[in-house]
T-cell receptor, first 112, second 116 residues
Framework: AQSVTQLGSHVSVSEGALVLLRCNYS??????LFWYVQYPNQGLQLLLK??????LVKGINGFEAEFKKSETSFHLTKPSAHMSDAAEYFC??????????FGAGTRLTVKP | EPEVTQTPSHQVTQMGQEVILRCVPI?????FYWYRQILGQKVEFLVS????????KSEIFDDQFSVERPDGSNFTLKIRSTKLEDSAMYFC??????????????FGPGTRLTVL
């Protein structure tokens, strides 16, 4: 079965600091992994995804994630946080049958 | 840029009433989905829909739920007799690549359903 686990329901960083949001996956088939962001009162917006090929994936808004098979991880990073990055971030894995399994989410707070 | 739209943004209903949540997927997309997010919990898959029939459904999607694509543009989720525990944000999503796990699903802004 496919699943993802997000470590840390809340992460707080200072503006300009490194953002690291952790995601570990479990998958019996080659995983296809996604990061979505949810701003207050909005839907889910795709940040980036990994399917095959290069394991370092770059997304929108300066975010990137690295697929590490040996660690079953797909952590999301951004070198320098902006106030506008404050949101809920969801890691997800695509399962056979095309639906998505989401993690519980990590709420990112950015302090001035 | 094309986007998925949902109406209404907020629906309040009495327990036992029927509700219909509406979605307009991106026009050239082939796969349609409903998810829900109970307050403070993770986003959960409900159902996927392709070629005018349900492709997959979760254990949450019981006989109280149904989906329909009545006119080639709208995609609806009906809850026949709402329960208090149906209170949640319901997200519609659509994707363009039929049968592809690599497909990006584009989500609408959600409908917040409150059952009193």
């Amino acid at each position: 079965a496919q699943s993802v686990t997000q470590l840390g329901s809340h992460v707080s960083v200072s503006e300009g600091a490194l953002v690291l949001l952790r995601c570990n996956y479990s998958s019996s088939v080659p995983p296809y992994l996604f990061w979505y962001v949810q701003y207050p009162n909005q839907g889910l917006q795709l940040l980036l995804k990994y399917t095959t090929g290069a394991t370092l994936v770059k997304g929108i808004n300066g975010f990137e994630a690295e697929f590490k098979k040996s660690e079953t991880s797909f952590h999301l990073t951004k070198p320098s946080a902006h106030m506008s990055d404050a949101a809920e971030y969801f890691c997800a894995v695509s399962v056979p049958g095309n639906d998505m399994r989401f993690g519980a989410g990590t709420r990112l707070t950015v302090k001035p | 840029e094309p986007e998925v739209t949902q109406t209404p943004s907020h629906q309040v209903t009495q327990m036992g009433q029927e509700v219909i949540l509406r979605c307009v997927p991106i026009s050239n997309h082939l796969y349609f989905y409903w998810y829900r997010q109970i307050l403070g919990q993770k986003v959960e898959f409900l159902v996927s829909f392709y070629n005018n029939e349900i492709s997959e459904k979760s254990e949450i999607f019981d006989d109280q739920f149904s989906v329909e694509r009545p006119d080639g543009s709208n995609f609806t989720l009906k809850i026949r007799s709402t329960k208090l525990e149906d209170s949640a944000m319901y997200f519609c999503a659509s994707g363009s690549l039929a049968g592809a796990r690599t497909d990006t699903q584009y989500f609408g802004p959600g409908t917040r359903l409150t059952v009193l």
